[in-house]
């Protein structure tokens, strides 16, 4: 079982910046794939981005590539993402997770199998 709790969420005007943090217990955490998904109201959750288990490796949703970075930190078991010039269209739920042992597609929520409880992020115009 993985623990992850979410924060950083809140209300930000268009053009700002924001930085969650995805805080993961109960297991090693430099062996876990962890990638952050957003669900608006009313859409699929969709993915948004993915870092491996060192952070060399990362890879970006089309909508946020060049905006949202994410990171992470061994040492404090945490992963991050750096969203920046959010835009309206951001607006959504952020979950933090862990892929799966089986592996499988980063950008499928299917094959991950722990999740956070999310945080709200609002983008104002």
């Known amino acids: 079982q993985v623990q992850l709790v979410e924060s950083g969420g809140g209300l930000v005007q268009a053009g700002g910046s924001l930085r969650l943090s995805c805080a993961a217990s109960?297991?090693?955490?430099?062996?876990?794939?962890m990638g952050w998904f957003r669900q608006a109201p009313g859409k699929e959750r969709e993915f948004v981005a993915v870092c491996s288990e060192s952070g060399s490796s990362t890879f970006y949703a089309a909508s946020v590539k060049g905006r949202f970075t994410i990171s992470r930190d061994n040492a404090k078991n945490t992963v991050y993402m750096h969203m920046n010039s959010l835009k309206p269209e951001d607006t959504a739920v952020y979950y933090c997770a862990v892929l799966g042992e089986s592996g499988g597609s980063w950008a499928d929520p299917n094959d991950y199998d722990f999740w956070g409880q999310g945080t709200q992020v609002t983008v104002s115009s």
């Open positions: 109960g297991r090693t955490f430099s062996e876990l794939v």
